[in-house]
């Protein structure tokens, strides 16, 4: 194998997994370590400037990162670090932070942005844009900003009070909002001059079912995204004591657990594949059922049964689930007889689909296969240059972290496109910076031990309470102290091990020691080979093998970054400081950042 | 601050044939100097008693003073082990021993503990063909007590205080070989695909089976000049032969062109199989070791690998025709034959 680069920002970036893995990269061991240190301001303005949301995402997120978290590959029983709740101590902890932020009022830069659409998406574009200089125009159908955060994610999820601070954090910057405004036409948008227009509409049409009985029942049969719609802005209060709730997904979760808490006695989530496929993250579902509501599977809804003109209930059949060389997964019907369950409402949540039929076809915007509009994956751009998507309303369906950084990038676009610079080409690359930890020759800045506590549980409020008002929040987050036990679970794994050829005397120390195994001499060869014979097998090909020069003997140093715990103890038994522990700080950069106006 | 060993370990670590992964030999956390030749011995240790699949309980670790005779703390937590007095390891090694054969005995020892306070004893336990394994972490000089020369330093080796060693120094390969010992051979502390077959062969000679090996003492003789540093070392060495140590289930999978390969059959079944390197050196001739030696001291060579091993060793119980039995087994009727018995000794003197 070739000697690693590890001047290639991307290497070490891929080593700090939840980093890695969160689509805005936020700098996660950074914060967690400023938790650990008490100092929850900083903690929030580190996640402030990447994911622009930190109270609402310690809540909501649908944390890509802690799948990929260092932490759950290291025993078969070992869970990842709690990362998003941690997010979450930083938000309530924190101290005054609007001085932190960008202070207004900002010179103007004369260019105009309408953003449609008020969710996360639009949001961050004017969080990045404001500051600029730039005047913007947010459109809102609502009478508040906020998108899906506000109208769908319910409120015992996230209270309004900290959707509300946050959303204003970037209001406040000067923006201008049109809200009970529908856009109906993108011609008339167009014909308005603005300089660039951002399209943040996410993906607001809910799918229906088609079933015989469908029109007879319309009253008692809700969508799930308009039902949850209509409860945020109470003109829903109630619904029947035995409700069936159809679908798998998050969407569903919410549905069953806004249903226990409007009047919703014996309320079921029926699903018609197996549970294991389900698409709801698995903390939804163990929530959901804590609250007791059943999940049944493997049951495909047939017919709404209907009496009288009202809404009886739903008859299902009975499938198993097959799966071809390719896993790609078939329903058999498996002949037992279909089951009957009464219901005096049922809810459909079986997933959302975009729609843009206010967007005249005839404007040179492009819209390709399922009505997505075509964009450029990198650009954000459409094939009207001045104009943009992000978030749902660009790919489909995603969730909150990934509108926000689609948010960064299309704000990054819409400055270049503003300054007459090239989207693609001049878009900057991420900011690095690499920084000895060393202190002593036992000593390092960061805290290196590693701790065998097991993750710890967030505490609930009393469920009792928590059904009987739709308002209160479930989850109380860490307090300070526990919140500090599950920062000291993080493995650091921002502090690199950097290796430094022309200092090593091969005396194998750091192989001696090193707890995992990570490191190991041997001759060079190919990258598949190598794998099978470095001192601990390393299977992990996700993971980059850290390959050195070539070594007086002829060797070279291979370090397997799967499991390394970032202990510092192959630093601390070299005798020549060939490796070393250094904090790796990586950076999305922002729209109209430079070098010289970087924070820290 | 570290001085802790995070508890984790590889998850993908291999088991070998009794269910144990290379964690399960493992010792404490060392506290030599960073760097210290020993720390890799220690690290071959753990290996080759991992790969030969022995249950730690079976093995009795014995130490005089020193680094070197502190780490045998730092490997096998779940063995037996008696750190002595220095130079005094070989008694108790001895006493243990002749207690008990059913252990396997591991001595550690630096070139201080063995060729200037030790010698007597070093001596009388090569001479006894104690059954053994006996390791010299050998840095030329005194590690624990500050680096001062010791007696295996060459004549005129500089060590980091810049005193130059005026006296001659001692070679244990040579003087074991002469004494008569039935095993001996010298390695590099960095180079474990050497020293880890060397170790799992020693464990399995029956017999005094001596390794010397070359550990630089990072702190205080690993100046250039020292004819014990890394880069010293490194420079002159010079191996009798590749060598793989093959288990006695295992099947022998290298093969070496005819008639540079040697395959030596031990005692209990397992082969050690031999890529010669060296001309006119046979493993199993003595005189031939002591050549070899001799010419590659004479060329400034440092001659590593297997010297000699005798296929016939005879060890001390098998000398004495002691009682097979761990006395801690035996039991009255075993210690005390009544009457009859001590007639008929009488009747024998009569
Ligand atoms: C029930 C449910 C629960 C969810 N829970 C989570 C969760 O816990 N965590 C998570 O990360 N994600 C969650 N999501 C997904 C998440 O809400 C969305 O992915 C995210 O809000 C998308 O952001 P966005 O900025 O693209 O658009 P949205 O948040 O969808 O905002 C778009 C806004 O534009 C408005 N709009 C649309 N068309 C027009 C128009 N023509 N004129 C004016 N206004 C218009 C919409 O009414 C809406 O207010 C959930 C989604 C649902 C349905
Ligand atoms: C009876 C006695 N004399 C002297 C000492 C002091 N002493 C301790 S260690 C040592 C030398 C150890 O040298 P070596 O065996 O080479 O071990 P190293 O530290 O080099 O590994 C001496 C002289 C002692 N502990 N006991
Ligand atoms: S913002 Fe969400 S995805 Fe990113 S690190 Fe935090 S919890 Fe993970
Ligand atoms: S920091 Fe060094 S010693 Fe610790 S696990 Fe990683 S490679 Fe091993
Ligand atoms: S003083 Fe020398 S022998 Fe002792 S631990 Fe340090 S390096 Fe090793
Ligand atoms: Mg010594």
Redesign the interface.
């Given at each position: 194998m070739k000697p690693t680069n590890i001047q290639d920002p991307e290497y070490f970036h891929k080593v700090v997994d939840c980093q890695y893995a969160c689509p805005a990269h936020t700098p996660v061991p950074e914060y967690i370590r400023l938790i650990a240190a008490e100092r929850y301001t900083a903690a929030y303005m580190v996640n402030w400037e990447s994911n622009v949301f930190p109270g609402i995402l310690g809540r909501t997120c649908d944390r890509p990162c802690e799948p990929a978290c260092r932490r759950g590959?290291?025993?078969?029983e070992e869970e990842p670090v709690a990362i998003c709740r941690l997010k979450r101590v930083a938000a309530d902890h924190k101290g005054e932070v609007k001085h932190l932020m960008p202070q207004g009022p900002f010179a103007s830069n004369g260019k105009k942005i309408a953003l449609i659409g008020g969710g996360p998406a639009s949001l961050t574009v004017a969080r990045d844009l404001a500051p600029l200089g730039y005047e913007i125009h947010l459109y809102d159908e609502w009478n508040k900003g906020g998108g899906m955060m506000r109208t769908q994610i319910p409120a015992f999820r996230l209270p309004e009070t900290v959707l509300d601070e946050e959303v204003n954090y970037i209001l406040d910057m000067g923006v201008h909002t049109h809200f009970n405004h529908y856009v109906s036409s993108m011609r008339d948008m167009l014909d308005k001059d603005y300089d660039a227009i951002f399209v943040g509409t996410g993906a607001p049409k809910g799918r229906d079912l088609n079933l015989p009985g469908r029109e007879e029942a319309d009253a008692n049969i809700h969508i799930g995204i308009e039902w949850l719609a209509g409860v945020a802005f109470e003109h829903i209060k109630s619904v029947g004591k035995k409700v069936i709730v159809l679908g798998g997904g998050n969407t569903a979760m919410d549905c069953c657990r806004t249903s226990r808490r409007l009047g919703g006695e014996a309320v079921k989530v029926v699903v018609r594949s197996p549970f294991k496929d389900m698409k709801a993250s698995p903390w939804e579902i163990d929530d959901a059922q804590h609250e007791d509501i059943p999940i049944m599977n493997n049951m495909p809804p047939k017919e709404f049964v209907v009496e009288n003109g009202k809404l009886k209930g739903v008859i299902f059949g009975n499938v198993r689930a097959e799966y071809d060389e390719n896993g790609r997964r078939k329903l058999i019907p498996t002949g037992e007889p279909d089951v009957f369950i009464e219901a005096d409402d049922v809810i459909i949540a079986i997933g959302q689909d975009n729609a843009f039929p206010w967007i005249e076809r005839d404007l040179g915007l492009e819209l390709g296969k399922w009505d997505l509009p075509v964009v450029n994956k990198v650009t954000f751009q459409s094939t009207l240059p001045h104009v943009f998507f992000g978030g749902d309303a660009a790919f489909g369906p995603e969730n909150v972290i990934t509108a926000v950084a689609h948010g960064h990038q299309a704000a990054i676009s819409i400055d270049l496109f503003c300054q007459g610079d090239d989207v693609l080409t001049d878009r900057p690359g991420p900011t690095t910076n690499l920084i000895s930890q060393k202190m002593g020759?036992?000593?390092w800045i960061y805290d290196?031990?590693?701790t065998?506590d097991d993750r710890y549980a967030v505490p609930h409020e009393d469920k009792r309470k928590t059904l009987a008002n739709r308002k209160v929040e479930v989850e109380l987050g860490f307090d300070e102290r526990l919140g500090f036990k599950e920062a000291q679970r993080c493995l650091n794994c921002d502090v690199q091990t950097v290796f430094n050829t022309s200092r090593c005397?091969?005396?194998?120390?750091c192989?001696?020691?090193c707890?995992?195994?990570?490191i190991t001499f041997t001759k060079n060869g190919e990258e598949e080979e190598l794998r099978e014979r470095l001192n601990?097998?390393a299977?992990n090909t996700d993971q980059e093998l850290y390959v050195s020069e070539t070594l007086?003997?002829l060797r070279v140093m291979i370090k397997d970054e799967d499991?390394c715990?970032h202990?510092?103890?192959c630093a601390?038994?070299?005798?020549?400081s060939a490796w070393d522990m250094q904090k790796y700080l990586y950076q999305v950069t922002k729209a109209g950042q430079t070098c010289s106006n970087l924070v820290e | 601050m570290t001085y802790i060993r995070p508890s984790f370990r590889h998850p993908g670590l291999p088991k070998n044939d009794i269910g144990f992964t290379r964690a399960d030999y493992e010792g404490a956390i060392s506290t030599l100097c960073a760097g210290c030749g020993h720390d890799s011995i220690s690290g071959a240790i753990v290996q080759a008693c991992y790969e030969m699949s022995l249950e730690p309980h079976r093995l009795a670790k014995l130490s005089g003073i020193g680094c070197s005779s502190k780490t045998p703390t730092y490997f096998l937590s779940h063995s037996h082990g008696f750190n002595s007095v220095h130079g005094r390891m070989p008694s108790i090694a001895t006493g243990a021993y002749m207690a008990n054969r059913d252990l396997v005995y591991l001595g550690v020892s630096g070139d201080g503990d063995t060729a200037s306070i030790g010698m007597g004893q070093f001596v009388h336990a090569i001479r006894r063909n104690l059954n053994m394994v006996y390791i010299v972490m050998n840095n030329g000089c005194y590690g624990l007590t500050k680096g001062q020369h010791s007696a295996t330093a060459d004549a005129g080796s500089k060590s980091k205080d810049g005193a130059i060693n005026p006296f001659q120094s001692i070679d244990l390969v040579g003087m074991a070989l002469e004494l008569g010992a039935t095993f001996v051979g010298r390695s590099f502390s960095g180079d474990k695909t050497q020293l880890v077959p060397l170790i799992q062969a020693a464990m399995s000679h029956p017999g005094f089976a001596f390794l010397d090996v070359l550990s630089p003492c990072v702190t205080f003789n690993n100046k250039p000049e020292s004819t014990k540093s890394y880069d010293y070392v490194r420079a002159h060495l010079e191996a009798t032969a590749t060598i793989d140590f093959v288990p006695e289930k295992k099947e022998i999978t290298v093969d070496y062109a005819e008639g540079s390969s040697k395959n030596v059959k031990l005692h209990d079944g397992s082969r050690i199989q031999l890529h010669k390197l060296a001309p006119n050196w046979d493993p199993t001739d003595r005189g031939s070791a002591v050549n070899r030696l001799y010419e590659a001291k004479s060329k400034g060579e440092i001659l590593t690998g297997l010297l000699y091993i005798d296929q016939e060793s005879r060890d001390l119980h098998e000398l004495e025709n002691t009682v097979h039995r761990p006395l801690n087994s035996l039991q009255e009727t075993d210690l005390n034959p009544g009457a009859a018995a001590l007639e008929n000794i009488n009747e024998s003197f009569r």
């Open positions: 590959r290291l025993e078969d020759i036992h000593e290196s031990g590693v065998n005397i091969e005396c194998d120390a192989v001696d020691i707890p995992t195994s990570c601990a097998p299977q007086p003997t499991v715990l202990c510092g103890l601390e038994r070299c005798p020549t | -």
